[in-house]
């Protein structure tokens, strides 16, 4: 730990001392366990390696001026995961199990929440799986969750600075009744080629268009996409997008500052009528868009004229991160300040 240089961490991972680990067999969910293993024992038949049956969360701890550490709205990332599990049909984590499997992790691993003013945070990955064996496609009836927690920096290395975007149509992240709406990684799986295509034509990451008219925007790669335009923040309405708690709380923000807020089907069409426009998510909060390639014609859309995010995106961007790390006050009780 001596040898973390806070303020220069990428968004990957670094190995911390503990994780913490809960089982459900027999109907019910046993003690939390606590674990000092990178590892899983897993059977060869499980069912999350072959039939899929695994969600997982992202969430933050934030170490404040007072030194205090905060969490973000984890209430919001238990309602999510259980949305997961029943969309694939596994056993659901109470929200209790949840919040104290959560609060042991942060505190068995609390030298790893980096300092205030470093940019950096904790990032805590629940992972549920299914762990009981199966040949045939069906729901398992053993389930294990696991928390595991790594200090990051920003998601893009760029950090709040505008990021280019490359528009991808020949391959989708998730279709209109699917999981596109619950955070499993077969989602993320399914992304891998269309990062590939954008990284390898200089962007950040992929915008991906509706799966069936390709119309509509509907994710940027890991994060969602939002826009202003008139003093009104817009986000993409679709079946198959994942609901981000940061962009809800950007739409609740939004309100607050006196934006209107629309979500809607937003019309690829529309892009060049915006003012700003930005992908966010747990990882990056902000990331400002500052150009959009299409990847098939050629056309780029420029945003950020000056390389710098707009001033609503900057409002947003720096009234959420006070509030996460305690700068601002909270109007929402968006934040719990753990007691250790």
Known sequence: MQDLKWSELPFGYVRTPYNVRCTWKNGKWGEIE??????????IAATCLHYGQEAFEGLKAYRGKDGKIRLFRWDENSKRLQNSADGIMMAKVDDKLFHD??????????????????????YLRPLLIGTGPKVGVQPADEYTIIIFSTPVGPYFKEGFNPVKIGVVRDSDRAAPLGTGTIKVGGNYAASLKGVDKAHKAGCGSPMYLDCCEKKYIDEIGAANFFAIKENTYITPKSSSILPSITNKSLEELAKHIGLKVERRPVAFDELETFEEVGACGTAAVISPIGEIKDLDTGKVYNFCPDGKAGPISTKLYETLVGIQYGDIKDPFGWVEILNF
């Open 101 to 122: 499997m959560l609060v042991k992790v942060i505190e068995l691993n609390k030298d790893f929440v980096p300092p205030y003013g470093t940019g950096a945070s904790l």
């Open 34 to 43: 606590i674990s000092d293993s990178e590892f899983i024992n897993i059977h």
